[in-house]
C-alpha cells in the first residue's frame, strides 16, 4: 500500500507501477464494484480460523466490510460451518500444537468439498513446524493465497514451485528470501514470479480453475496467473496497528463468497487502499487510526473501491517460460 498516487476514476497510477492503466469502463472495474455491492446486500458469511493477536480485528473489519463472521479453531467445526459458510480463511500467524496436523485435514476437507478459502502465510520460512505446516497445503491449497513478499517467495519455495528467477528464462526454485517474522524484507517486484507461478499452481485444484495470488506492500500485486494487476495508494498507518494484513486476508474472503478469485483479491486491495487513506487524513495516532479505518470499511463506497488506481500488464515471456500444467504439480 502506498500513498504515490490517489484515485482517479480513469485509472491512472503513480509512476512506481508498471502496466498499462486499467481503462475505466474496464468490466474488471464492474466486477469490483458488483462485489463490493453484493457483499453489503447479501452479508456472506466467510469464516475464519485466524491468529489469536488479530482475531478481533479481523471479524470486525469482515462486518465492516459488509460479510459476516464465524471464527473457530475446532477443526470439526470449521469443517461443519464450511457447509454453510460461502469462504473461509486461514491464517497460520499463532500456532498451538495440534495445528500441525489439523490444519492439513481442514485443507483436504475444504478441496473435497470443492469449498474456495484464502490462506495467509504468515512468517512462512519460519522454523520446521509452521513449514510443514504450509507444505501440508501443498496437496489441497487455497483458492487465493495473500500475503507480503518474503512470505509469497518463501512459500514458493517450501512447495518446490519451479520460478523463473528475475530477469532470466531459466527456473530457479524459490525461497532464498530472508523471512524476518511477519515482516517483508524483500519488495513486491522481487515476488512477481513467485505469484504468478504460484497462481498457475493453485488453479490446478482450484473450482472452476480460477485462483488468485496477492502480494501487500508498497504497491499491491494481484495475479491469476495470466495478468498482473498492481495498486497503488494506501496509507503507511497501515504498518502502526496489528492485524492489518491478517483482517484483509479476512475481508479477501468476504469477497470471495460472491466473486471469482481474482476479483475478491482486487476488491479487498483497493478498499484497504482507500479506507486506510481515509482513515488517516485526521487520525492522531494508531488507536484513532484503527477506528476510523473500521468506520471507513463501512463507508467507503463500491463506486470509489472501483475506481481505484489500477494498473495491468499481460505476463512476459520470460514469466511464461513454466508450463502451469507441470509447475510444482504434487
Not at 494481484?222 to 498507518?237: A, F, H, I, N, Q
Not at 492489518?244 to 476488491?267: E, I, M, Q
Not at 495491468?312 to 520470460?318: C, I, K, L, M
Request: proline share 5%.
Amino acid at each position: 500500500m502506498s500513498t504515490d498516487a490517489s484515485p482517479d476514476i480513469t485509472g491512472s497510477t503513480g509512476a512506481n507501477q508498471n502496466g498499462t492503466p486499467l481503462p475505466a469502463e474496464d468490466s474488471q472495474r464492474q466486477l469490483i464494484a458488483k462485489a463490493v455491492d453484493e457483499v453489503k446486500s447479501t452479508t456472506p458469511l466467510a469464516q475464519s480460523f485466524t491468529n489469536f493477536v488479530t482475531i478481533n480485528l479481523v471479524a470486525n473489519a469482515q462486518l465492516a466490510a459488509g460479510g459476516t463472521a464465524a471464527m473457530s479453531y475446532l477443526p470439526d467445526d470449521i469443517i461443519d460451518t464450511a457447509a454453510i459458510a460461502k469462504a473461509t480463511y486461514i491464517n497460520v500467524g499463532t500456532l498451538l500444537p495440534f495445528f500441525k496436523d489439523a490444519l492439513g485435514n481442514i485443507a483436504r476437507s475444504l478441496q473435497a468439498m470443492q469449498h474456495p478459502w484464502v490462506l495467509d502465510p504468515v512468517a512462512a520460512g519460519i522454523g520446521r513446524t509452521r513449514s510443514a505446516i504450509l507444505w501440508s497445503f501443498r496437496s489441497a491449497p487455497p483458492t487465493i493465497v495473500r500475503g507480503n513478499a518474503s512470505e509469497i517467495i518463501a512459500l514458493a519455495g517450501i512447495w518446490d514451485l519451479n520460478v523463473p528467477s528475475a530477469g532470466s528464462d531459466t527456473g530457479a526454485k524459490a525461497g532464498t528470501t530472508r523471512p524476518a517474522g511477519v515482516e517483508a524484507v524483500d519488495d513486491v517486484d522481487s515476488a512477481t514470479n513467485a505469484a504468478i507461478v504460484m497462481a498457475r499452481y493453485l488453479r490446478n485444484y482450484a473450482p472452476n480453475h480460477r485462483a488468485a495470488v496477492a502480494v501487500s506492500g508498497a504497491t499491491d500485486l494481484v495475479t491469476d496467473g495470466d495478468k498482473v494487476y498492481r495498486l497503488s495508494g494506501g496509507s503507511p498507518m497501515m504498518t502502526k496497528i496489528t492485524g492489518a494484513g491478517c483482517s484483509l486476508g479476512g475481508v479477501t474472503a468476504t469477497y470471495l463468497a460472491v466473486a471469482d478469485p481474482l476479483t475478491a483479491a482486487l476488491a479487498a486491495s483497493a478498499l484497504y487502499n482507500r479506507a486506510s487513506e481515509q482513515a488517516a487524513e485526521d487520525c492522531t495516532g494508531p488507536g484513532s487510526f484503527q477506528t476510523r479505518f473500521l468506520d471507513a470499511l463501512w463507508n467507503t463506497t463500491a463506486e470509489d473501491i472501483a475506481a481505484s488506481p489500477i494498473a495491468v500488464s499481460q505476463v512476459t515471456e520470460s514469466q511464461n517460460s513454466v508450463s502451469p500444467d507441470t509447475a510444482g504439480t504434487a
